[in-house]
Each structure stands twice: as C-alpha cells, then as structure tokens.
C-alpha cells in the first residue's frame, strides 16, 4: 500500500530529484561509512584518512588506503538500485535529477547522465598544492603518491574531504534540483554530511515531497513524508518501474 502510494507520488510528479548515499552501492558491495559493523569509520578514523591534515600527516598511507578502494571498486558492478534510476530516465526524458555523494562511479556506469556527483569521483586525482609548469611538463609521475620531482608537489584523490567546499557548480546545480522538483527521493544516505544532507531540506521547504529509502532509521527520517524501509536494489526496481 505504502509502496503504491509513493509510486503514484511519482507518476504525479513533473520533476524528480533523487539523493543517493554510500547505502546505494551497498549491494553492489562497496561498504558504506557509518554502518555500525562494516563502515569504514568503523575500522579507519576519517580524520586521518578524508581530510588534508590527514594527507599531509601520511601521504603514503592515504594515497594506498584510497588506490586500494579504487581497485575494489573496478571489481564492483551496478546494482539492480543503480539500474532502475538509469533506466527510468532513459524512459522519462528531462525529469530526473540524479544527485550523489558517492565517489564510486556505479551511476555513471549504469547508464545514468548528467550525474551531480558532489563528492567527486574515486578515480580522479589532482594536485595538492596549485601546479606550477615544472608540476604538468613532467608525465607519468612516480611515487605513492605520485610526486612532482622538481618542486614536490603530490598528486592526491579529487575527492571532497571533511573542511572543504564542494564543487560549486555541481552543489549549484544540486540545489537547483532540489528547490524546483516536486518529489524527492532520499536512497541510503545517514543523512549526516552537510551540505549534501541539506538538500532533502531545501526540497521540503519548496514544498516537494521527501520520501526516504533505507533499512535504517537516518537523520533525513524526520524531513520525509514517507519512510521506506527496505534497501536501495529492492525499493527502487518497483518504485520505478512506470
Ligand atoms: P553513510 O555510511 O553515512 O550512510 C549509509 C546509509 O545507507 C545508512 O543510513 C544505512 O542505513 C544505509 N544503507 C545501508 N545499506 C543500505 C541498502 N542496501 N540500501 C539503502 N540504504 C542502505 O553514507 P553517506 O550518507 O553516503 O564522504 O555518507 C556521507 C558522506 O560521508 C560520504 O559521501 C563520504 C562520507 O565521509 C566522502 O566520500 C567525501
């Protein structure tokens, strides 16, 4: 029942924007951060592995901690999750937002365009400090991380750590979404990283509905209209299917 009455939010919906969390590629087997047992600020501290200070601290040790997340994640595919919001785009042109945080590529590859990918993507790399000439004349680079002889330099991951600003145009565009959609849908985020997590406001005070998908409580449980509990590759196959 619950699950009709979202269906036809949907089908009643002009535009669509979706926010998605490390829980959408949990069945794809990418862990997520903050699940109690198998997150990875369960084992890793994020301090020392997702800030600049923590990249500075060891180089080494972020640079290997995200080439081995960036080799898992060649392993993983899309799931069924991923699957259902590409495919219903293709079949509703100009009505689905796709807003992420996640930094897996998974959307992409399953066939979604136009992607927001607020955090960056894992398999993107840039340069820690601005680059001079000596830093782009000299390729391929050597070292963990890559290094630039001449003055030092280091590659790192282009990923957004905790302390820094999201790419603007993207958090523009996302925000955009948000304010003009008429139904969000909230997939398998804690809902505790700003300004990501803020959207699902920005989207409830526009007057859209918010409809939460996660097994879990989260912190977006409170802003939905609706909570599904049920996970990402289950829900979004019958929710999408029109
Ligand atoms: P979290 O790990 O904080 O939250 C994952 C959420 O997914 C939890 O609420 C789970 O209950 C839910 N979940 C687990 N399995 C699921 C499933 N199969 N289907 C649906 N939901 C499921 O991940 P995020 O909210 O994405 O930053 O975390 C936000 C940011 O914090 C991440 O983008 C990352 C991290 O530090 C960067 O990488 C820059």
Known sequence: ????AVRGWIAAADRVA????????????VPTFRDAQ????????????????GFRADPQRVWDWYAQRREAMRHVVP??????????????????????QNVDGLHQRAGSEGVLA????????????APRACCTAQAPLAGRPPRCPTCGNLRRPAVVWFGEMLPLATLDAAE??????????????SGMVHPAAGLAQVAADA???????????????AVADQVLRGTAATLLPPLLAD
């Open 176 to 189: 955009r979404a948000a304010e003009s959609c008429d139904l969000m849908l909230v997939v398998g985020t």
């Open 207 to 221: 007057g859209a509905r918010v409809v939460v998908l996660n097994p879990h409580p989260s912190e977006l449980d």
């Open 18 to 29: 979706v926010l998605t969390g490390a829980g959408m590629s949990a069945e794809s087997g």
């Open 118 to 129: 607020l955090h960056g993507n894992i398999v993107d790399d840039t340069w820690l400090e």
């Open 79 to 100: 799931n069924a999750g991923h699957l259902a919001l590409a495919d219903y785009a293709r079949r509703h042109p100009g009505r689905l937002t796709l807003v992420t």
């Open 38 to 53: 198998t997150g990875l600020w369960a084992r890793f501290r994020p301090e020392d592995l997702a800030t600049e200070a």
């Open 1 to 4: 029942m619950t699950l009709d």
